[in-house]
């Protein structure tokens, strides 16, 4: 019955035969539930019986799901040409990608919700009950009101006062083999040279490079980041007066129309 439903939703072509294919579905699934709930003898639990009822619940998720995606799925392709582009109803999926997967010509089967795909319709039916679990999001597109993108975290075009590139060289050594596992490291990355290089955007005289070469490389670093952290703190927390605008600069700043951050225009009452 199971598979007689599967094969009868790929024929549906009209509301009304999937009003009737879903009638149809709803009939057997109650059924399922209804034999997944019988109580049998406490001696006569085995692996068959425990077999059977796993075989009706994946049953009834596949039926659910399938009822679900047949109610407002459809797998749509869009076609360009000479500038028109129209949508293309794709009736078999597994057909049109195929080849572009792999070289096995066995039917695939795709998840509607995520398009992963499987060998088989089982593995498909067990992946969808946890795909819906896991998968619950959706693109959510823009609205006429806020359709158009806009830059607005100017704070982050400035550069950044300092910038550290650090990079450490490893040599791999060899570990002894533990006999009580199978599983093991065989291998340990010892770092043996460390070299770092300060940047700094607005004084190349505060820019610099050190490296170290020694087993206790990693110590140094530590201790020369924590040092450089101190330095640069001091640094930014003095204050330098500005300098006094030129005539050129005065001119340029009185007459400016639009913001040189923003540059969106200047109102009469903004603040420059």
């Given amino acids: 019955m199971e598979q007689e439903l ?3 939703s790929t024929l549906l072509n009209s509301r009304e035969y999937f009003a009737a294919w879903e009638q149809r579905c ?15 003898p406490r001696l006569s639990i085995d ?16 039926l659910e799901g399938l009822k679900d995606s047949m109610d407002r799925h459809v ?15 794709i009736k078999n999926l597994s057909r049109l990608v195929s080849s572009q997967i792999n070289r096995h010509y066995g039917r695939k089967y795709f998840c509607d919700r995520c398009l992963h795909y499987f060998s088989s319709n089982e593995k498909l039916a067990a992946h969808t009950v946890d795909c819906q679990e896991m998968n619950d999001c959706a693109i959510k597109l823009p609205s006429d009101n806020d359709k158009w993108l806009a830059f607005k975290n100017h704070n982050r075009k400035e550069r950044v006062p300092f910038v550290v590139y650090a990079d450490l060289e490893c040599t791999l ?55 450089l952290a101190h330095d640069v703190k001091t640094i930014l927390s ?16 009185n007459s400016a129309t639009h913001c040189h951050v923003c540059k969106e225009p200047l109102e009469p009452d903004d603040v420059r």
């Fill in 173 to 227: 050594e060899k570990m002894e083999a533990d006999p009580e596992t199978s599983r093991y490291t065989y291998q340990h990355h010892r770092v043996f040279s460390i070299g770092y290089y300060v940047r700094c955007s607005y004084d190349e005289s505060l820019s610099m490079y050190r490296f170290c070469r020694d087993k206790d490389c990693v110590a140094w670093f530590a201790e020369e980041l924590r040092r």
């Fill in 6 to 8: 599967l094969e009868q």
């Fill in 75 to 89: 797998n749509l392709l869009y076609v360009h040409n000479d500038n028109v582009g129209h949508f293309a109803w």
């Fill in 26 to 40: 709803d009939e057997f699934i109650a059924s399922l539930e209804e034999q997944s709930r019988i109580k049998r």
């Fill in 47 to 62: 692996q068959s019986s425990i077999g059977l009822k796993q075989s009706l619940v994946a049953c009834i998720a596949r």
């Fill in 238 to 253: 003095t204050n330098i007066p500005m300098a006094d605008f030129t005539r050129d600069e005065w001119e340029k700043f």
